[in-house]
């Protein structure tokens, strides 16, 4: 082999290392160099995230079958209403829900003033999404959004949305974007914020000068009330109103959509449905009929409150559950409340 040969086998075998070496270094199942991978790394990257940072992070992400089979198999999609009430009514959350607002009394104390939002309702969101801050997931954020941008059948051009929004947070928070965790959907922290939530709503409530919701519950605190102030939470209104009606449903009305309220209290009436206590007949509702466990039906309608609640997550069963998590946190408490009604279980047993 002649000199000459011998150098370019030597160029060839040192480029083949560096090859693998950028192999090895990306060796996740998302090629930031490639495809549609690529073309978001491009997008983030075009909005000022360090280029080299995002294809690390990308090139350690893996793929989850688990978050796509947790995806189709969430309780909001399978359960009726007794049974998603019996998951989030128990005693030991309303006790701890009472001593978490105890703990940061201060804290929410100056949500309610800044955002006219009850304590109790923000302690329920905590409640409800993580048990306050105890169980916040276990999948790799950066796991769960590549694989819900690039493989759900679905709903890819949202996550992928979501996944440049954690991409950009992790990169401006300064933390590694493969050491936090979140739920199979890419929420995050006490208040399982999604990441557009978190970069439009997160607040910097204790002034320390970030907003942490991962591990700062006060941060948590402000942040759920900013949430829902921004949504037009109405600080003197009701969530919902009971009402009385037949055994079974009317199948002419549209019940437990998690929008505006969309049906007349007089519509209601031909229906058959009445609120106990008195409404005007052209107020606007959103009729709900719960299951109870015996099979009959508990007549609620919504008001925009309740409709507040829903857009923090689009089921009329969490914005329920929220609710009465938050009036037994309040019975408990002894704390005079405007927001519900005083019949509000009288035929429900409470935790």
């Known amino acids: 082999m002649t000199r000459t040969s011998r150098s370019v086998g030597r160029i060839l075998m040192a480029s083949g290392c560096l090859m693998l070496a950028s192999a090895t270094a990306l060796a996740g199942d998302f090629d930031p160099r490639n495809g549609e991978v690529k ?27 688990e978050v796509l089979d947790a995806m189709s198999g969430a309780a909001e999609h399978h359960l009726v209403w007794h049974e998603y009430r019996d998951i989030f009514l128990d005693e030991a959350r309303v006790a701890k829900g009472v001593r978490f607002i105890e703990q940061h009394r201060d ?45 759900h059948d679905t709903r890819g051009d949202f996550f992928r949305g979501e ?97 505006k309220p969309y049906v007349s209290v007089d519509r209601l009436r031909e229906a058959g449905i009445t609120p106990v206590a008195p409404l005007p007949s052209d107020t606007r509702v959103i009729p709900l009929a719960l299951e109870q466990a015996d099979g009959s039906y508990r007549y609620r309608l919504g008001l925009d409150n309740f409709y507040v609640i829903t857009r923090y997550n689009h089921s009329y069963l969490y914005a329920m559950a929220v609710t009465e998590l938050a009036e037994a946190i309040a019975e408990a408490r002894g704390a005079p409340t405007h927001w519900f009604e005083s019949t509000a279980v009288e035929s429900e047993e409470r935790p």
Do not use: C
């Open 39 to 65: 073309r978001l790394v491009d997008e983030v990257s075009a909005e000022g995230v360090d280029r080299a940072w995002l294809e690390k992070a990308m090139g350690e992400a893996d793929f989850s079958q």
């Open 163 to 259: 996944l440049a929004a954690f991409l950009e947070i992790a990169y401006e928070q300064d933390v590694e974007p493969g050491d936090l965790e979140g739920s199979y959907a890419g929420a995050m922290g006490y208040p399982q914020f999604i990441p557009t939530s978190y970069r439009a709503y997160a607040v910097d409530f204790d002034g320390d000068g970030a907003r942490n919701l991962w591990t700062d519950p006060v941060d948590a605190i402000g942040s759920v009330g900013n949430y829902f102030a921004k949504h037009r939470w109405q600080g003197d209104a009701p969530i919902y109103r009971n009402a009385e009606g037949p055994a079974e449903p009317p199948a002419d009305l549209d019940f437990n959509q998690a929008r």
């Open 107 to 151: 804290a929410f104390e100056r949500a309610e003033h800044d955002y006219q939002v009850p304590p109790e309702i923000i302690a329920a969101i905590l409640g409800v999404e993580t048990r306050y801050g105890e169980v916040t997931g276990h999948h790799r954020v950066l796991d769960s959004l590549s694989t819900l941008a690039f493989h």
